[in-house]
């Protein structure tokens, strides 16, 4: 399938050009307000009112998905090789060719370039609720990803505070939401989703003071045996444990990692050595059936590595920019720069599928 430059380039000014039309003829008005929660978590920053337009939140995200997809490149086996971790690209194709391959993929699919949504996700977000070290937590930051948002869902049911970041760390840095913001009238399932977190979420700044209690990750494939995991392959969940840990807003020695996958995407050679320092294992696995607690968890990694993150992604994400300028500029000493890099693809929703394959998924889901 190839990606036509052109086409994706006009839906991209179409649609900006549409946005800025509908921003020009609304008002957006912001105001201050407190959230506390037992004096336990204190965030002061403004957040969205009332005013805040839905259908202008999805163009907008819409036009930067276009953007994205642009910017997407088909690679292919052999060119796994240009990428800094190959080896990874080769378990990460195997798991998504597997889950469509046997029909465990549900939606969004195709789940390749994803954190892969599963049958039975909603079932192990249940059971990841039972583990004493989720009951225990105050705040939880959970991954945005489709599987996930169930256990989303559950933190804000539970009276928890829910701290998760937006999409690809594109739009901003993290949000938080709970029982006790969330306006009275709207379902919580509401707010388990990207629009639903800008719309009624509490933006959070780099300088905010919080704690972190218990991280939530999503993964392509994990290793029970040491926790090491694989992701989509874009490093997000690397990158927001590398600047909460060192903003100090999670302790990276005693803060636990739990992941929820399908049992098919837990394998044995996943190979510790070849991990880069800044990968962050989990400790608790959960699939639908089991509970996993890791024995020889590999080490978590504390602080961002300048020197592994390389301009192109540096361009792509604003609040990285901004905390490094603001390091450079309180210590007087220009940071590190990681080498080029060759971004991996994004995903790109097939259109196509659902002609009798989305049909039969939902025959499948109406027999459970």
């Known amino acids: 399938m190839q990606i036509h430059l052109k086409t994706y380039v006009g839906t991209y000014y179409i649609l900006s050009l549409v946005l800025i039309l509908i921003r020009q003829s609304k008002c957006f008005t912001t105001q201050s307000y407190d959230v506390r929660r037992k004096g336990y978590f204190t965030i002061k920053t403004k957040a969205m009112g009332e005013s805040f337009d839905e259908k202008s939140y999805e163009i907008d995200r819409l036009a930067k998905d276009a953007l994205a997809m642009e910017e997407m490149k088909e690679i292919s086996d052999i060119e796994f090789s240009s990428l800094r971790t190959p080896w990874k690209w080769v378990i990460r194709k195997r798991i998504w060719d597997y889950l469509e391959k046997n029909n ?38 959970v991954n945005p990803d489709t599987p996930q948002k169930t256990v989303r869902m559950a933190v804000l049911e539970s009276g928890k505070t829910l701290l998760t970041p937006q999409p690809r760390l594109r739009t901003g840095f993290f949000s938080t939401l709970s029982k006790d913001t969330i306006p009275r009238g709207v379902p919580i399932k509401d707010c388990c989703v990207s629009a639903g977190v800008k719309k009624f979420g509490t933006p ?5 003071e ?6 939530v990750v999503g993964s392509t494939a994990v290793c029970p045996k040491t926790g090491a995991r694989v992701g989509k392959g874009e490093g997000f969940a690397e990158l927001e444990w590398g600047i909460l840990s060192l903003q100090g807003n999670l302790d990276a020695e005693t803060t636990l990692v739990v992941t929820s996958v399908h049992d098919s995407q837990i394998v044995d050679d996943i190979p510790s050595n070849a991990l880069t320092k800044h990968d962050v294992s989990v400790d608790i696995i959960v699939t639908p059936t089991k509970v996993i607690h890791v024995p020889n968890r590999v080490k978590k990694p504390s602080g961002v590595f300048w020197d592994l993150l390389s301009p192109q992604k540096l361009s792509k994400i604003r609040v990285l920019r901004q905390l490094k300028q603001e390091i450079e500029e309180n210590t007087g000493v220009t940071l590190p720069s ?15 599928f659902g002609k009798g394959n989305r049909k039969k998924v939902q025959k499948q889901e109406n027999n459970v």
């Open 104 to 141: 465990i993929a549900r939606p969004p699919r195709p789940v390749h370039h994803r954190i892969p949504n599963f049958d039975g996700a909603d079932k192990a977000a249940q059971r990841l609720t039972t583990l004493p070290e989720f009951q225990e937590a105050f705040c939880v930051k």
């Open 204 to 208: 959070v700044s780099l300088n905010d």
């Open 210 to 215: 919080y704690k972190v209690d218990l991280v």
């Open 338 to 352: 990681g080498p080029d890099e060759v971004l991996p693809p994004t995903a790109k929703r097939d259109k196509n």
